[in-house]
């Protein structure tokens, strides 16, 4: 599974921010995950420990913070939310669908000494 | 190791934010067991992709400066993806330059494949990996010949999962779905068919043999991919291959009259 090889990039970011900003350990870390982004929060958890060992990022503790998925429904001319792709619009049923937001992957902050 | 570039050494791409030989910074674990562990938070906003994203924009600058036209071939194995290639690049490699990227965890058969119609092609074995990369694929470009005003196709590996979240710097995702794969596969692996812009039904000769609806494929595909193109053919009969030469035509006079 590539949650491995996302883990590995989230390892190496948290690292060059601690080279960068000159922090030695990091405790904790927020990680935003959409309900449409192409990884598994499980998988991350699992992943993160492993990949985390032996770097500033060690035994740190990763907070998913879950982003519900909202797209802009073209037929209702309004932002609706969808849980998953391929979900149709909860008031119309149309899959005329523009993906506002629900994508991300993204590090918001972390508890560092 | 680097996580990113499992080469390590020649680095010509974007390899600035690159460390390979950092030191691991590491604290003792019970260093702050004496008082209140004196923590602070930073405000960060990165995406995790960051880097493969990097990597993509680097390639994707690249191509449009040789006026590459770029096709990332996605699919679950054995859909036919090369067979596809070996007919197009017979096809078309008189009226254009052509070059093929493999991606397989093993083997380099597939480039051989492709080598024995005399394109040049060069193999990316990605080992326990399941899917390309950007920084792989811009290191590939360094065994190809240099090549203008054509067409690059990437090869991925075959893996309908993750393969949907890498920008290689391509101008399409181009997903094939074969019909003894079932026609529930839109539905199944939407990411996939979400992030392809033209979808392929390969082995068409096959429909006469097997229960696989083109209409359920395609109702399914527009559910998740409002406006996806798709194509129905056989690299194997040869059906329907035009659609898909017209399609590539068009994308290659399009960089290369971008000049
Ligand atoms: N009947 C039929 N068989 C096909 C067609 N295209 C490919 N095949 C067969 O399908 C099998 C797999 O083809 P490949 O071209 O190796 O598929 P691939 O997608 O490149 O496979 P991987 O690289 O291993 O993922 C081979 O036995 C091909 O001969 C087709 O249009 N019709
Ligand atoms: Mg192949
Ligand atoms: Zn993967
Ligand atoms: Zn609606």
Redesign the interface.
Request: glycine share 8%; aromatic share 6%.
């Given at each position: 599974?590539?949650e491995l090889?996302?883990c590995?990039?989230?390892?190496?970011?948290l690292?060059?921010?601690?080279?960068s900003?000159g922090?030695?350990?990091i405790?904790a870390v927020w990680?935003e995950i959409g309900a449409l982004a192409?990884?598994e929060p499980d998988a991350m958890t699992f992943n993160f420990e492993i990949?985390a060992r032996?770097?500033?990022a060690?035994?740190a503790r990763l907070e998913i913070i879950p982003v519900a998925g909202e797209a802009w429904c073209m037929n209702c001319s309004t932002s609706v939310p969808i849980t998953?792709?391929?979900d149709?619009c909860p008031t119309c049923g149309s899959?005329?669908?523009q993906v506002l937001d629900g994508e991300?992957?993204?590090?918001?902050?972390?508890?560092?000494? | 190791m680097c996580s990113i570039c499992g080469c390590g050494e020649h680095d010509t791409l974007e390899h600035d934010d690159h460390h390979h030989d950092h030191p691991h910074d590491r604290a003792p674990l019970h260093a702050h067991a004496a008082g209140m562990p004196a923590t602070r938070m930073v405000q960060i906003e990165q995406d995790i992709m960051a880097k493969n994203q990097r990597y993509a924009d680097a390639n994707r600058r690249f191509f449009a400066s040789q006026n590459l036209f770029v096709v990332n071939l996605v699919s679950s194995p054995g859909s036919g993806k090369t067979s596809l290639l070996v007919k197009t690049v017979e096809a078309l490699k008189s009226e254009m330059r052509v070059a093929v990227i493999e991606g397989d965890q093993q083997t380099g058969l597939d480039a051989a494949r492709i080598q024995a119609t005399g394109v040049p092609a060069w193999q990316i074995n990605t080992g326990k990996g399941c899917h390309l990369d950007a920084h792989a694929v811009g290191h590939a470009m360094e065994h190809l010949p240099e090549i203008q005003n054509g067409v690059l196709f990437i090869e991925n590996v075959g893996n309908l999962v993750c393969p949907a979240g890498f920008d290689l710097g391509e101008a399409h995702k181009v997903v094939v779905l074969s019909t003894t794969e079932g026609e529930d596969k839109p539905l199944k692996y939407p990411d996939m068919f979400h992030a392809a812009d033209l979808m392929i039904l390969n082995k068409s000769d096959l429909l006469a043999y097997v229960d696989f609806s083109v209409a359920k494929a395609e109702a399914y595909a527009q559910q998740v991919h409002p406006g996806i193109t798709s194509f129905t053919l056989s690299a194997r009969s040869g059906d329907g291959l035009e659609a898909w030469y017209g399609w590539l035509r068009a994308g290659v006079a399009r960089v290369t009259m971008q000049r």
């Open positions: 599974m590539h090889a996302l590995e990039g989230l390892v190496q970011s690292e060059d921010q601690a080279m900003k922090f030695a350990k405790f990680l192409t990884v990949v032996g770097t500033v060690e035994d998953r792709r391929g149709g899959y005329q669908l991300q992957m993204r590090i918001k902050q972390i508890e560092v000494a | -």
